[in-house]
């Protein structure tokens, strides 16, 4: 990233910067609360795939837009050509045999493609609302019993009248309506991070460390760092596991709007404002319109302003929302 101050320069500046950053990041716990998310946000969905989830998360009232875009992005990272190990296909993943009984016409050209987004972002949608009928006279949570029918099968939820007691349904159920959050644009301010302080206390002792693509800071590699390996770091002091790259990083928490920045969410730029699966770079806020970012090869760990045209946007980080995040690689690049 260009435009930042070299370590060393403006002392006077970063000694505010820093006391500045520690006396809003140790006033984080308790202040302020999280709104209830409607509709998605931005760039979370693929443009080219945003229509569809918007118009089909809305089939039924047991789904919405960010729930049916959690469930895709969780099966493929929206990637329609995804094939899992037991042959679950597409971006919506559906094995043969469930999409031969549950896949749909989507887009009305005449044929059922689990290949084409088209067709199984809507046979997604109608597979849930289906579900959701199946268990209806559950008591409880309609889009919990549909998540955990999903999993577990409706016979299972109708068994245990509600989320049966099954440790991976559970995690499901949770997984999902956490992920959820990480797709839906907030109504109100962001709850803020409670681990904010310990990573920027982490970024902050990377100062002047020279970058490195692909660099974790082990010791072999000098305790050198890139972008995504930085914050990665920093979140681990503080006991969250974030994915290794800065687009599925993305998704670990809510997203505040620019004027709502706290000490310690991470920063996202791209050279695609529509798409956050193009994210190519991240920083850690530290207030005052800079972060704590690896910018690049033959640069060093340093500020940087963060108002630049690339700006994509930013994510308040939850343990939940990081635990939340599938498992996967081959997900982006570091950078």
């Not at 910067?17 to 693929?46: D, E, I, W």
């Not at 000098?222 to 979140?235: H, N, P, Q, V």
């Not at 991470?266 to 770079?281: G, Q, Y």
Request: glycine share 14%; hydrophobic share 35%; aromatic share 10%.
């Amino acid at each position: 990233m260009a435009g930042g101050i070299g370590i060393g320069l403006c002392l006077t500046f970063v000694a505010l910067l820093v006391v500045g950053t520690y006396s809003a990041a140790a006033g984080l716990v308790g202040s302020g609360a999280g709104g209830r998310a409607v509709g998605l946000t931005k760039g979370a969905v693929p443009a080219k795939y945003q229509a569809l989830v918007e118009k089909w998360g809305n089939l039924c009232p047991a789904i919405s837009p960010p729930l049916l875009a959690a469930q895709l992005y969780s099966e493929s990272g929206w990637n329609p050509s995804a094939v899992s190990p037991a042959d679950a296909r597409g971006i919506a993943q559906f094995i043969p045999g469930t999409w031969a009984g549950h896949g749909i016409d989507g887009d009305g050209d005449g044929d059922r493609d689990i290949w084409d987004p088209n067709d199984a972002i809507p046979s997604a949608a109608s597979y849930d609302c289906e579900l959701a009928q199946d268990v209806r006279s559950v008591p409880g949570d309609a889009t919990s019993n549909m998540l955990a029918a999903y999993n577990a099968g409706a016979y299972a939820v109708i068994k245990y009248g509600g989320v049966p007691p099954y440790k991976e349904t559970q995690g499901y159920v949770k997984a999902i309506t956490t992920l959820a959050k990480s797709f839906a644009r907030p109504v109100g301010r962001v709850a803020p991070s409670q681990q904010a302080a310990g990573a920027i206390y982490f970024a902050q002792k990377q100062l002047g460390t020279p970058y490195l693509w692909g660099g974790n800071g082990t010791p072999d590699q000098g305790g050198r760092f890139d972008c995504s390996g930085l914050t990665k770091a920093a979140y681990e002091t503080v006991g969250i596991e974030l994915p290794r790259v800065a687009n599925d990083q993305y998704n670990a928490g809510p997203h505040p709007s620019r004027d709502e920045l706290l000490p310690g969410d991470l920063v996202f730029f791209s050279d695609d404002l529509t798409n956050s699966r193009e994210i190519r770079h991240v920083g850690l806020y530290v207030g005052g319109g800079y972060m704590i970012n690896a910018p690049f090869t033959g640069a060093v760990i340093r500020f940087d302003k963060i108002d630049t045209p690339d700006y994509f946007g930013a994510t308040r980080v939850t343990k939940d929302g990081a635990e939340s995040l599938p498992v996967r690689s081959g997900t982006g690049r570091p950078s």
